[in-house]
């Protein structure tokens, strides 16, 4: 057995970092000491002093007080391209901030990444149809945008590598990243709960409660029981994935015993759900508190504030570009990882009516 080699917090935090460089995962200029120290739950003095270690390295070029430090990678002899397929959840996917900074540095990184002609809700999340987009596409890899458990468990059976960016992925062999909703989603609905809420509304797609509640969802029921609080079918509304459906949900869900808060899954929902109630005379948060569970630029001109859950894309597009890097390079890597993610309070909740 060979000599325990024991690297201090300064040493581990370049190492991890000089990892990252190296694969890839990082180009054009590093995150700053707050980001980075956030991400990595180590204290500022510790990553400075990293980052420090990989300037005498010349992996960093320190470019001034207020500016970021420019990354200088060692020139390399061969580096593999990787056409990467990337299938989105629904059209408006397309146009996300974390997808198209996924695409440009992967495209930075050598690699070709492009989207795919039809999304996963197009295509009904049904694996037959699936199959026929997969075979009409030559990838070399797939990144897959909250897929089912079904859609990931068949993709994690083909012989082109693919990665599961949010989804069912739990329990499924496939590499994997996304925000820890579950830890963000107990704070919010403690925050609820705190405040008197007992009638507590989860609105969530057709497609994501196909195969029952989801490990978040399941993480809010566990609260509200652990409170005291019964839960069913009254706290998952079940209701098709259209407009008019949504709407007719809502309506009957507020005909006779109303929720004193709900719960929303995306922001485009949350707006539609807010615009209905407030058209009905039902507003936030005086009749009802809402909370929606992802971010959107959109919620920096509500008023009042959106109540919302929030995290960093730039460690999830890391991920995936490394995860491509190994893949590129024959390793194989079924790493599934979360990503910090905290509940930010907001005007729309209040105390229960």
Same mark, same amino acid.
């Given at each position: 057995?060979?000599? $325990?080699?024991?690297?201090?917090?300064?040493? /581990?935090?370049?190492?991890?970092?000089?990892?990252?460089?190296?694969?890839?995962?990082?180009?054009?200029?590093m995150p700053g000491v707050n980001p980075l120290a956030e991400e990595l739950g180590v204290n500022h003095k510790t990553v400075r002093a990293a980052l420090r270690q990989l300037e005498e390295e010349g992996l960093l070029v320190d /470019?001034?007080?207020? $500016? /970021?430090?420019?990354?200088? !990678?060692?020139?390399?002899?061969? /580096?593999?391209?990787?056409?990467?397929?990337? !299938?989105?959840?629904?059209?408006g996917t397309r146009s996300k901030d974390y997808l198209i900074n996924l695409r440009h540095i992967l495209e930075e990184a050598g690699h070709v990444a492009s989207f795919t002609s039809k999304t996963l809700i197009e295509l009904n999340m049904k694996v037959p149809r699936i199959k026929r987009l997969v075979e009409e596409n030559e990838a070399d890899a797939w990144v897959v945008v909250a897929g089912s458990r079904e859609v990931l468990q068949w993709f994690s059976k083909q012989p082109v590598p693919s990665f599961a960016l949010f989804g069912r992925r739990g329990s499924v062999r496939i590499a994997g990243v996304g925000p820890d909703h579950v830890k963000a989603g107990r704070v919010a609905v403690q925050r609820l709960l705190a405040l008197g809420h007992q009638r507590i509304a989860l609105l969530v797609r057709e497609s994501n409660r196909a195969t029952g509640p989801g490990q978040a969802e399941r993480a809010v029921f566990e609260e509200m029981e652990a409170y005291g609080v019964p839960t069913g079918s009254y706290n998952l509304p079940e209701w098709k994935d259209s407009p008019e459906d949504f709407y007719r949900m809502l309506d009957e869900l507020f005909r006779v015993?109303?929720?004193?808060?709900?719960?929303?899954?995306?922001?485009? !929902?949350?707006?539609?759900?807010?615009?209905?109630l407030a058209r009905r005379g039902i507003l936030a948060p005086e009749q009802v508190s809402l909370i929606c569970l992802d971010a959107d630029p959109t919620f920096a001109w509500s008023q009042p504030s959106i109540a919302h859950l929030v995290w960093d894309s730039r460690p999830v597009v890391r991920r995936i570009v490394g995860w491509a890097n190994d893949v590129a390079h024959g390793k194989e890597d079924l790493r599934q990882t979360l990503t910090k993610m905290k509940f930010v309070d907001g005007g729309t909740v209040g105390a229960a009516p």
């Amino acid at each position: 057995m060979g000599n $325990l080699i024991i690297l201090s917090a300064v040493e /581990q935090v370049a190492e991890h970092l000089r990892g990252e460089l190296l694969r890839g995962s990082l180009s054009g200029a590093m995150p700053g000491v707050n980001p980075l120290a956030e991400e990595l739950g180590v204290n500022h003095k510790t990553v400075r002093a990293a980052l420090r270690q990989l300037e005498e390295e010349g992996l960093l070029v320190d /470019q001034g007080r207020g $500016l /970021q430090r420019r990354i200088v !990678l060692p020139e390399k002899s061969s /580096q593999p391209t990787l056409r990467v397929a990337i !299938l989105p959840y629904d059209p408006g996917t397309r146009s996300k901030d974390y997808l198209i900074n996924l695409r440009h540095i992967l495209e930075e990184a050598g690699h070709v990444a492009s989207f795919t002609s039809k999304t996963l809700i197009e295509l009904n999340m049904k694996v037959p149809r699936i199959k026929r987009l997969v075979e009409e596409n030559e990838a070399d890899a797939w990144v897959v945008v909250a897929g089912s458990r079904e859609v990931l468990q068949w993709f994690s059976k083909q012989p082109v590598p693919s990665f599961a960016l949010f989804g069912r992925r739990g329990s499924v062999r496939i590499a994997g990243v996304g925000p820890d909703h579950v830890k963000a989603g107990r704070v919010a609905v403690q925050r609820l709960l705190a405040l008197g809420h007992q009638r507590i509304a989860l609105l969530v797609r057709e497609s994501n409660r196909a195969t029952g509640p989801g490990q978040a969802e399941r993480a809010v029921f566990e609260e509200m029981e652990a409170y005291g609080v019964p839960t069913g079918s009254y706290n998952l509304p079940e209701w098709k994935d259209s407009p008019e459906d949504f709407y007719r949900m809502l309506d009957e869900l507020f005909r006779v015993t109303p929720p004193t808060a709900m719960i929303i899954d995306e922001p485009f !929902l949350f707006h539609a759900a807010k615009d209905h109630l407030a058209r009905r005379g039902i507003l936030a948060p005086e009749q009802v508190s809402l909370i929606c569970l992802d971010a959107d630029p959109t919620f920096a001109w509500s008023q009042p504030s959106i109540a919302h859950l929030v995290w960093d894309s730039r460690p999830v597009v890391r991920r995936i570009v490394g995860w491509a890097n190994d893949v590129a390079h024959g390793k194989e890597d079924l790493r599934q990882t979360l990503t910090k993610m905290k509940f930010v309070d907001g005007g729309t909740v209040g105390a229960a009516p």
